[in-house]
């Protein structure tokens, strides 16, 4: 058998048989331990047969990285990296591609001769390989790019500066607060007071686990200098054991607190002559459109 | 020599810090604020530093001893327009004007003095919470 | 290593002036943020006055420094008096004059590097710096 008969068959089996490959294919993964609908299988399982039997038939069958696979890789790149963003494991996306083997297997069982059987199981097998590696591959850097930008954003997220009412803004500090960061915190609520005109801005350190003496001396720093520029603080969510660490440590927290944010928010507008009451059941606005049914 | 100008604004006396301060200058600009507090019946003073790169102690000292002077004539004295990086360096030399009141802008200074009595309330307000 | 260096007398409230100009260009050529600007600015201004007060005058050495660490140093000399104690004189609320005393302790916490030498008698030497982070 020649070479060119070989591709033939490897075409032949692409081309007459798509439909019994992809039952098959989709019949041997384990869906009920992945998050992928039948359908989802299906259509994705058809549109990678479809370029694969695209790619074969235009006479290359053996290197991935040819032009012939343009489309091959388009879709494999857009599955990998629909996966890693999702949340698949790496297990989980590779698998899907690489239970193609069952599939194929079974049709060249069946429709092969047995003296080009093997020869065709052998470029099968390699062709899925590659067909795994590349995803495996898209699936990680993708991941990683996900990570880079997480980390930007958690970078950019550490010290956000929100505006709460008009004239005031809050500072919702997370995390443990080193002299650095602090210091980057504090030129950002001072900035913010100028652009926003605001005159009261409320520090919450809800999310902080623990306040040692630097960290105090720190946060009393930037109220004084928010009082310097004619804007006064308000500091919400001190813990229990962090007010008790506070007066052990025998730092003069000589500033307003309030125990949540909500109660700095309510200081905050009636300070700044604004007060919050409840309407009337009647003339409450609604946040939705009534259903049909209560209309009539 | 030359002097900062005053401004009167109502029964605020406005001045407006634009130039590197030199020791004679704060020397004449606290003078001449007494005598005008006296001579307009002044109820506040407006010291608008929005222009000024840095605050020293000797700016600072400037600054607390014209807020003295002035109580001392019943008048207010507001500091307004601190930039932050200044605010910043301040709080850092240990600094903290106390005695001193403050305002993010001219405007709001204005209804700091002309409104003692609102802001009275609103003292009382966060006391009562 | 320092590239060229200006030297200005401390005579006059004036020249106290003239120095934190003289630094502040320094300090924006060599890109030291906005903050770190004010601070050294505020620290030489504080010293250029000690200079001139307790010291009876004497000049200021304005430098960059490149290299490894890049920067501006700053160096006050006078012939005055002396200070006897030094840790005393660092001391916040500490004054020789009718200042509010902030002037060395302040200073110090203004820079990265804070160096004093003091002989009675002879003078003083403050030499401050902030670098680039």
Redesign the interface.
Known sequence: MADSDKDQALVRLFTQRESEILAEWVSTLNLGETKMTLQEAESQGRAVLHALGKAVAHGNHGDMRSAEYADVRDVLHAFSRNRALQGFSPTETATFILSLKRGLLGQIRKAAQSEDAFDLLWRVNQLIDQLGLFTVETYQKTREELIARQSKEIEELSTPVVKLWDGIVALPLIGTLDSGRT?VV??NL??T??QT???IAIIDITGVPMVDTLTAQHLL?TV????????DCIISGIRPQIAQTIVQLGVELNV?SKATLADALA?AL??T?RVVSKLKAKSLPALQEPAAEARG | MDSIPILKIGSALLVTIQVDMHDQLATRLQDDLTEKIVQHRARGVLIDISALEIVDSFIGRMLANIANVSRLLDADTV??????????T???LGL??PGVK????AE??LALIGGVSAAGE?AD??DD? | MPTTTDTLPITSGDDVVRVRQKVRVRATEIGLSL?DQTKLITAASELARNTLDYGKGGHADIETVLGDRRGVRVIFRDRGPGIPDIPQALTDGFTSGNGLGHGLGGARRLVDDFDIQSIVGAGTTVTIARWKR
Do not use: C, H
């Open positions: 210091q504090m030129q001072l900035e007071i100028v005109e605001a005159e720093k004084s200098a928010a009082r310097l520029m004619g804007a307003v200081l009636k300070r002559g | 500091v307004v327009g601190m930039r932050p990086e200044v605010a910043i301040l709080v850092e903290g004007l403050t305002a993010l802008n709001r200074g609103a307000d966060a919470d | 903050v």
